[in-house]
């Protein structure tokens, strides 16, 4: 079948779709013997001899697309030099695949792997604004004052880090906040939540895009489905659709009821309880009530946010090389 070459060679896993183009621009590539240099050059890899720099070009393997619910522990890296556990341990050996992005080591949650260089790089472009939505503990509860500033950016070591949403799901002694972004920028999240007082303690991403970890339980991975592959990429040039956001929880109510007796326990009890329950635990009683909550939230999806839920409407990033350590 015939393609373009920079899509063959992303594919291939020789360089991403950008890199692949310079490549061809710059007259490194060649079909069957012939330099090519123009970017709309279509060719066969199965039976054409592809090089890049003179080294032939593998004729890329089945795209393959997994979505990993990574445990902590795990670094998203294909190899490690410090020998620690990696998330390629954790998904079947294909050729080629690597994790699209990064979680820290210490981060739970979703990350796709994938061996379509093309996928990845539309993926974790910011230009394409796929959001990422995360759980976070926080140390103490912030304000509404603080949560303001999350949305309008703030300065960290010289970058600028801004979040689309942020609102507090649980709030207590410490709070459980869930924050959208799209950008995945380096330990972003930690790195915003410290620089305004309130370090994070756990960190979960509990959707990309239109994915949720809904039904993935740390350690479990599946399949994208052909039209969640699309949803991602998004032909169409669209905003892809978010996850329905958790339900916000109100703030629990005063430890002790008025009427209960000073010494009585039980209503500590029940709160610890209810604390461990976290908004994105996996229990499977809670796939059922979860998935019902999100596929009818899903149909007001485009609903207006609430006031003070996202930030204000800002251009578009440039175009241009995406920033290192994308997430
Ligand atoms: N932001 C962080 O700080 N860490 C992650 O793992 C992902 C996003």
């Known amino acids: 079948m015939e393609e373009r070459l920079q899509k063959i060679l992303a594919r291939a896993g020789v360089a991403?779709?950008?890199?692949?183009?310079?490549?061809?621009?710059?007259?490194?590539?060649?079909?069957?013997?012939?330099?090519?240099?123009?970017?709309?050059?279509?060719?066969?890899?199965?039976?054409?001899?592809?090089?890049?720099?003179?080294?032939?070009?593998?004729?890329?393997?089945?795209?393959?697309?997994?979505?990993?619910?990574?445990?902590?522990?795990?670094?998203?890296?294909?190899?490690?030099?410090?020998?620690?556990?990696?998330?390629?341990?954790?998904?079947?050996?294909?050729?080629?695949?690597?994790?699209?992005?990064?979680?820290?080591?210490?981060?739970?949650?979703?990350?796709?792997l994938t061996n379509d260089g093309a996928f990845a790089e539309r993926v974790t472009h910011p230009r394409y604004e796929v959001p990422r939505v995360y759980h976070a503990k926080v140390h103490k509860v912030?304000?509404?004052?603080?949560?303001?500033?999350?949305?309008?950016?703030?300065?960290?070591?010289?970058?600028?880090?801004?979040?689309?949403?942020?609102?507090?799901?649980?709030?207590?002694?410490?709070?459980?906040?869930?924050?959208?972004?799209?950008?995945?920028?380096?330990?972003?999240?930690?790195r915003l939540l410290e620089a305004v007082g309130h370090p994070v303690s756990k960190l979960r991403r509990v959707g990309i895009g239109p994915l949720s970890s809904r039904g993935l339980k740390p350690g479990e991975f599946r399949s994208l489905t052909p039209s969640e592959v699309k949803g991602l990429i998004d032909p169409k040039g669209g905003h892809v659709k978010t996850v329905a956001p958790a339900p916000a929880r109100r703030p629990h109510p005063p430890r002790r009821p008025p009427n209960r007796p000073p010494g009585d326990k039980s209503a500590s009890r029940d709160h610890r309880a209810s604390r461990e329950r976290r908004p994105s635990d996996h229990r499977p009683s809670d796939h059922r009530s979860s998935d019902k909550r999100s596929s009818d939230k899903r149909s007001s999806d485009n609903r207006r946010p609430a006031a003070g839920d996202r930030r204000p409407p800002r251009g578009r990033p440039p175009r241009g090389r995406p920033p290192r350590g994308r997430t």
């Open 142 to 190: 912030p304000d509404a004052e603080t949560l303001e500033r999350l949305r309008r950016g703030v300065r960290v070591e010289g970058e600028q880090l801004t979040v689309d949403r942020v609102r507090v799901l649980e709030a207590e002694n410490n709070a459980w906040l869930e924050l959208t972004l799209h950008e995945g920028k380096k330990h972003e999240v930690r």
């Open 16 to 112: 991403s779709r950008r890199a692949a183009e310079t490549a061809i621009t710059q007259g490194r590539v060649s079909v069957n013997g012939h330099t090519v240099t123009e970017l709309g050059t279509k060719a066969d890899a199965a039976r054409d001899d592809i090089r890049v720099d003179g080294a032939r070009v593998q004729a890329p393997a089945a795209p393959v697309y997994l979505l990993l619910n990574k445990p902590k522990g795990y670094v998203s890296t294909r190899q490690d030099p410090q020998r620690r556990p990696t998330v390629m341990e954790l998904v079947p050996a294909v050729a080629g695949l690597f994790p699209v992005g990064r979680l820290d080591i210490t981060t739970e949650g979703l990350l796709l």
